[in-house]
C-alpha cells in the first residue's frame, strides 16, 4: 500500500511517497521545491499574486507525483504562512484544484504534534525525554516527549524566512543585525523556560529545516559527525559577520537554496540553544510529513488518533457517555437515511457527524445553559490531536447547531457543515430527549422540490406526545430561514 504526504511548509513545499513494509513506512519518493510563502505576503497580510501563482505550479507538479493515489491515502498539509495569511479562505480552494486533494490548514500544537510524531518513527527507541526542535519558515515547533509520544508542545511566530526579512532584508549582516534577531528570538521563546528548559529533557534533537542545514555544514566543515554544539554557533556566527552579506555566504555544505535564510535560520537556532540550555543536539530525519505518513496509516487501519482525541474530550468533560453514544447512533441512522449518497461517496463526513454527536454536551462541563454554545467554544479552541482546524471548526458547528433557533447556522450552512448533517443531529437530540432507549419509529424520507419530507407512523407519535411537539417545531424553525422540512405522520 502507498501513502502520500504533502507539507505546505513557510518555506519549502514537500512531497513525500510512502510504501507499507509491515509496520514501517519506507520512503518511495520524495520532491520539494523552495516556494518561500512566508516571503510573499504583501502590507495587508496577504498573499501577493506573484506567490499564488509560485505555490499552484508547486502544487501542480506535485499532483503528477502523486500518481492519482486514492483521497484516503493522501493527506496534504498547510503550516503558518497559510495560519497568518488574510487570504488564506480565498486561496485555499486554488490550492486544493492544483494539488488534486485537500489540504488542512494545521494548528500550531498539531504541527508540533505530528513532527514530533515524525521524529521518533524515525530515532532509535528510547525511554528517555527528548527535546525536538523544529524550525520552519514562519515558526519554530517545541516538543518534548518519550517513545512516539509527544507530551509537551508548542509554537512559536519565529521561523528562518520571517526572521531574515525582518532582520537582514537588505542582505548586509552586522554584529548589531544579528544580536537583535538572537535577543527578538529569544524574548519570543522565554515563556517556553519552565516547560522545555534544561531539566526537562535528558537529549535534543532538531528536525530537518535549518537544524539540517547547519548540521550538514558541520559535517561538510570537519568539525564533526552532524552533532552541533554552542561551539559550533558560534563559529557559525563568525562566518556569517565574515561575509558582511547574504551574496557572500558561500560554506561547505550549504545548499544555495538555503543561502538567503541562513542567517535568519541560525538566529533562531541560536536563541533555542541559550533559552532552553542546549549544550548539543543531534539530527533527526523524521520531521512533519513522516509524522503525516504514520498519522494517515492510523487513519485507513482503524487506529486513528482521533478516535483517541474525542474520548479524552469526553472525559476530560466528564460526559454521560450512555446519551452520547445514544445521540451518536440516532444521528448517524438519521444521516444516512436523508443523505444515502453522501454516507457512500464520503464516509469521512459520517465520521465528523457521529464525533461531533458523541461530545455535543461537552459544554456542560461549562454550564447547563447554552451549553451548545459552550460546546462550539471547546472544540474550536481545544487542543485535539489528530484534528485539523477545519475538522475542528465542523464538529463545533454541528455541536453548536444541535438546539435553539438556527439563525446562527446560516454563516456555516453549505460551507462549513450541510443541511442534511445539522437535521440529523437535531432529530436525534429530539428523539433522545428522555435520556434513555426507545424503539425508533419507521420513518420514510423523500427528496422534495427545495428540502426534505420525513414521514413517521402515527402511532408512534401518539405514544410519545413531546417528541411530535418538538418535531413540530422543528419544521418552523426550519421554514424561518427558507428551508423546506416537512415532518409529516403516516
Given at each position: 500500500?502507498?501513502?502520500?504526504?504533502?507539507?505546505?511548509?513557510?518555506?519549502?513545499?514537500?512531497?513525500?511517497?510512502?510504501?507499507?513494509?509491515?509496520?514501517?513506512?519506507?520512503?518511495?519518493?520524495?520532491?520539494?521545491?523552495?516556494?518561500?510563502?512566508?516571503?510573499?505576503?504583501?502590507?495587508?497580510?496577504?498573499?501577493?499574486?506573484?506567490?499564488?501563482?509560485?505555490?499552484?505550479?508547486?502544487?501542480?507538479?506535485?499532483?503528477?507525483?502523486?500518481?492519482?493515489?486514492?483521497?484516503?491515502?493522501?493527506?496534504?498539509?498547510?503550516?503558518?504562512?497559510?495560519?497568518?495569511?488574510?487570504?488564506?479562505?480565498?486561496?485555499?480552494?486554488?490550492?486544493?484544484?492544483?494539488?488534486?486533494?485537500?489540504?488542512?490548514?494545521?494548528?500550531?500544537?498539531?504541527?508540533?504534534?505530528?513532527?514530533?510524531?515524525?521524529?521518533?518513527?524515525?530515532?532509535?527507541?528510547?525511554?528517555?525525554?527528548?527535546?525536538?526542535?523544529?524550525?520552519?519558515?514562519?515558526?519554530?515547533?517545541?516538543i518534548i516527549g518519550t517513545g512516539l509520544d509527544a507530551q509537551r508542545y508548542e509554537s512559536f511566530r519565529i521561523g528562518c524566512v520571517n526572521t531574515s526579512i525582518r532582520f537582514f532584508e537588505d542582505g548586509r549582516i552586522t554584529p548589531k543585525a544579528l544580536e537583535r534577531a538572537i535577543t527578538a528570538c529569544s524574548a519570543e521563546l522565554e515563556e517556553s523556560i519552565t516547560a522545555f528548559g534544561k531539566g526537562n529533557y535528558d537529549e535534543a534533537f532538531g528536525s530537518a529545516g535549518t537544524f539540517g542545514a547547519v548540521s550538514d555544514i558541520v559535517r561538510a566543515l570537519g568539525w564533526g559527525e552532524g552533532e552541533v554544539t554552542p561551539e559550533h554557533l558560534e563559529r557559525l556566527r563568525k562566518m556569517l559577520l565574515d561575509a558582511k552579506d547574504i551574496k557572500n555566504i558561500n560554506f561547505l555544505g550549504l545548499k544555495e537554496d538555503r543561502r538567503e535564510v541562513i542567517a535568519g535560520g541560525l538566529a533562531v537556532l541560536s536563541a533555542v540553544y541559550r533559552v532552553l540550555g542546549v549544550e548539543s543536539m543531534r539530527p533527526a530525519s523524521g520531521a512533519l510529513r513522516v509524522g503525516l505518513l504514520y498519522d494517515l496509516l492510523g487513519r485507513v487501519s482503524n487506529r486513528d488518533t482521533r478516535d483517541v482525541t474525542i474520548d479524552s474530550v469526553m472525559e476530560a468533560t466528564r460526559l454521560d457517555r450512555e446519551q452520547a453514544g445514544r445521540v451518536a447512533k440516532l444521528t448517524e441512522k438519521i444521516y444516512a437515511a436523508v443523505n444515502p449518497d453522501a454516507v457512500a461517496e464520503d464516509p469521512e463526513k459520517l465520521k465528523y457527524l457521529g464525533w461531533a454527536a458523541l461530545v455535543h454536551e461537552a459544554g456542560m462541563a461549562i454550564s447547563s445553559s447554552r451549553y451548545h454554545r459552550h460546546g462550539q467554544y471547546i472544540l474550536m479552541n481545544a487542543d485535539m490531536p489528530g484534528f485539523s482546524r477545519r475538522e475542528q471548526d465542523t464538529m463545533a458547528a454541528l455541536v453548536l447547531s444541535q438546539r435553539g433557533t438556527l439563525k446562527k447556522m446560516e454563516p456555516y450552512l453549505g460551507t462549513l457543515v450541510s443541511p442534511e448533517a445539522v437535521l440529523s443531529i437535531r432529530l436525534a437530540v429530539i428523539f433522545a430527549h428522555a435520556r434513555h432507549d426507545i424503539a425508533f419509529p419507521v420513518m420514510d424520507v423523500q427528496r422534495i422540490p427545495g428540502g426534505i419530507r420525513i414521514r413517521i407512523e402515527e402511532g408512534w407519535l401518539a405514544k410519545h406526545p413531546l417528541t411530535a411537539y418538538l418535531l413540530r417545531e422543528e419544521t418552523d424553525l426550519w421554514s424561518k430561514i427558507g428551508k423546506t422540512v416537512l415532518i409529516e405522520k403516516f
Amino acid at each position: 500500500m502507498l501513502l502520500g504526504a504533502v507539507d505546505l511548509g513557510s518555506n519549502s513545499f514537500r512531497v513525500e511517497i510512502g510504501r507499507l513494509e509491515g509496520d514501517r513506512i519506507v520512503t518511495q519518493s520524495y520532491w520539494k521545491e523552495t516556494v518561500r510563502l512566508a516571503g510573499g505576503f504583501d502590507k495587508n497580510g496577504a498573499l501577493t499574486p506573484e506567490i499564488q501563482a509560485r505555490a499552484l505550479a508547486a502544487l501542480s507538479r506535485f499532483n503528477e507525483r502523486l500518481a492519482d493515489l486514492p483521497a484516503e491515502r493522501v493527506r496534504a498539509v498547510a503550516t503558518q504562512a497559510m495560519r497568518i495569511a488574510t487570504n488564506s479562505a480565498e486561496f485555499l480552494p486554488k490550492a486544493e484544484a492544483a494539488l488534486g486533494y485537500p489540504i488542512d490548514i494545521l494548528s500550531g500544537h498539531e504541527e508540533a504534534r505530528l513532527v514530533f510524531k515524525g521524529c521518533a518513527q524515525t530515532l532509535p527507541p528510547s525511554s528517555k525525554r527528548r527535546l525536538v526542535v523544529d524550525i520552519g519558515g514562519a515558526s519554530t515547533e517545541v516538543i518534548i516527549g518519550t517513545g512516539l509520544d509527544a507530551q509537551r508542545y508548542e509554537s512559536f511566530r519565529i521561523g528562518c524566512v520571517n526572521t531574515s526579512i525582518r532582520f537582514f532584508e537588505d542582505g548586509r549582516i552586522t554584529p548589531k543585525a544579528l544580536e537583535r534577531a538572537i535577543t527578538a528570538c529569544s524574548a519570543e521563546l522565554e515563556e517556553s523556560i519552565t516547560a522545555f528548559g534544561k531539566g526537562n529533557y535528558d537529549e535534543a534533537f532538531g528536525s530537518a529545516g535549518t537544524f539540517g542545514a547547519v548540521s550538514d555544514i558541520v559535517r561538510a566543515l570537519g568539525w564533526g559527525e552532524g552533532e552541533v554544539t554552542p561551539e559550533h554557533l558560534e563559529r557559525l556566527r563568525k562566518m556569517l559577520l565574515d561575509a558582511k552579506d547574504i551574496k557572500n555566504i558561500n560554506f561547505l555544505g550549504l545548499k544555495e537554496d538555503r543561502r538567503e535564510v541562513i542567517a535568519g535560520g541560525l538566529a533562531v537556532l541560536s536563541a533555542v540553544y541559550r533559552v532552553l540550555g542546549v549544550e548539543s543536539m543531534r539530527p533527526a530525519s523524521g520531521a512533519l510529513r513522516v509524522g503525516l505518513l504514520y498519522d494517515l496509516l492510523g487513519r485507513v487501519s482503524n487506529r486513528d488518533t482521533r478516535d483517541v482525541t474525542i474520548d479524552s474530550v469526553m472525559e476530560a468533560t466528564r460526559l454521560d457517555r450512555e446519551q452520547a453514544g445514544r445521540v451518536a447512533k440516532l444521528t448517524e441512522k438519521i444521516y444516512a437515511a436523508v443523505n444515502p449518497d453522501a454516507v457512500a461517496e464520503d464516509p469521512e463526513k459520517l465520521k465528523y457527524l457521529g464525533w461531533a454527536a458523541l461530545v455535543h454536551e461537552a459544554g456542560m462541563a461549562i454550564s447547563s445553559s447554552r451549553y451548545h454554545r459552550h460546546g462550539q467554544y471547546i472544540l474550536m479552541n481545544a487542543d485535539m490531536p489528530g484534528f485539523s482546524r477545519r475538522e475542528q471548526d465542523t464538529m463545533a458547528a454541528l455541536v453548536l447547531s444541535q438546539r435553539g433557533t438556527l439563525k446562527k447556522m446560516e454563516p456555516y450552512l453549505g460551507t462549513l457543515v450541510s443541511p442534511e448533517a445539522v437535521l440529523s443531529i437535531r432529530l436525534a437530540v429530539i428523539f433522545a430527549h428522555a435520556r434513555h432507549d426507545i424503539a425508533f419509529p419507521v420513518m420514510d424520507v423523500q427528496r422534495i422540490p427545495g428540502g426534505i419530507r420525513i414521514r413517521i407512523e402515527e402511532g408512534w407519535l401518539a405514544k410519545h406526545p413531546l417528541t411530535a411537539y418538538l418535531l413540530r417545531e422543528e419544521t418552523d424553525l426550519w421554514s424561518k430561514i427558507g428551508k423546506t422540512v416537512l415532518i409529516e405522520k403516516f
